[in-house]
């Protein structure tokens, strides 16, 4: 007799979907198999049970400039528990007179009592950190293994920095995560437009050419097989980087990439929106074409793209309006925290282009595998119990009312989704159920990861 027992649905893995029961006991999967009896039995006939989603890509309560984004620890792991997510990975970076071991104490401090999901950390890499790059192996010991490394914004770092922060990641066996934009470009094609008058939304993606994405990203794949370390792109939002990235596994070299909903869901008519409509769905890399589109879709299906996260980023809907005529000053970022698992099930299996497996694949097991997240993202005995039951023919129409992110708005306003989770489990304990939020503040843990890249 276990603890719950989930009775009845089609158990789906990154290996492939078959029928079984699912004993739990504390907070663990306890058994796999036909005709379980538990003290309580969720009945999921009908239904697909799934691992928890990993959403190794999100930004809660971070400062960029003047903002934070909206969305805080509690109600963005609340929002994404709604959205069968129970573990995110968000980042930590320094302040100018902190150690890398007391910045991430910090972001624990903000985080621990509020998250109702686990959660992990990546450790910020930024210009001012090139003279603390012997704290790396404190920042690993510390529990983070991954490091983000920015080509882009005040935080980027030039080729010869890039050089030093790849070998410090390498030297303590962790991985390096990568926002590749080619930012000399940028910067010159920005400002070339405003010197122009040309000041919309509607120039934001077209300062931020798909084929310099990909020179980045082919640059900063170099650098790392020079270095010999693994690298992973966030964020992929052309086929152009795509193909870097899957040249490159071509030849042997450890390199992952993601792409994220905005990317699937949206094109870049989206900042032609009048008004402040326009500034919302400004991100970097932007939104871009419908043949971009197609072709992540189409990388995605040959497995080119292995993971999809979100970059949860949002503002409200008055601090996007203050870059309104100069889209450079915008703050970039968008809200998909909660739609994404459902959004890649309905426009992904139910479109043809991802199988079951496949889905659970990008959305739950490739993530806790690149990230360390021991006993994360598959239904296996002896992992956590985060688990989803998900009613492929429960319908969604997305609205800022339907979901539960704080930005006020969502760029997938009108979207209608097949397929929603119906119950969500974090470590063996009902967090969602029925639409009704049942978990508590602060029931989510760091997760202390000690490797990467598994």
Known sequence: MYDLVIKGGMVVTSASPFPADIGINGETIAAIGQNLDGRQVLDATGKLVTPGAVDMHVHLQMPIGQFTSTDTFYSGTRAAAFGGTTTIVDFVETQPDETMAEAIAARRALADPNVVIDYGLHMTIGP????????????????????????????????????????????????????????????????????????????????????????????????????????????????????????????????????????????????????????????????????A???????????????????????????????????????GGVPSIEMRFAALYSQGVRQGWLSLSQWVAQCCTNPAKLMGLAKKGEITVGYDADLVIFDPDATKTLTPETLHETAGWTPYAGLTLQGWPQTTLSRGKIVVQDGEFVGGMGNGRFLHRTQANL
């Open 293 to 331: 589109q197609t072709a992540l879709w189409q990388a995605l299906s040959r497995n080119d793209l292995q993971i999809v996260t979100t970059d949860h980023c949002p503002f409200t809907y008055e601090e996007k309006a203050t870059g309104l005529n100069n889209y450079s000053q915008i703050p």
């Open 128 to 291: 001012g950190d090139m003279a603390r790059l012997d704290q790396v192996p404190e920042a690993f010991a510390a529990g983070c293994t991954s490091f983000k490394l920015y080509m882009a914004y005040g935080l980027r770092l030039r080729d010869d920095e890039l050089l030093k922060a790849l070998t410090a990641v390498r030297n303590v066996s962790g991985i390096p995560v990568v926002h590749a934009e080619n930012w000399d470009v940028i910067t010159e094609l920005i400002r070339q437009n405003l010197a122009a008058g040309r000041t919309s939304p509607h120039w934001h993606p077209r300062s931020r050419p798909a084929l310099l994405e990909a020179e980045a990203t082919g640059r900063v794949i170099d650098i790392a097989s020079f270095v010999g370390v693994p690298l992973h792109i966030f964020h992929v939002s052309c086929g152009e980087t795509v193909a870097r990235i899957a040249q490159a596994r071509q030849q042997g070299l450890p390199v992952t990439g993601e792409t994220c909903p905005q990317y699937l869901c949206l094109t870049w008519d989206a900042y032609d929106a009048p008004g402040v409509d326009g500034t919302l769905p400004v991100c970097s890399p932007p939104i871009r074409d419908r043949t």
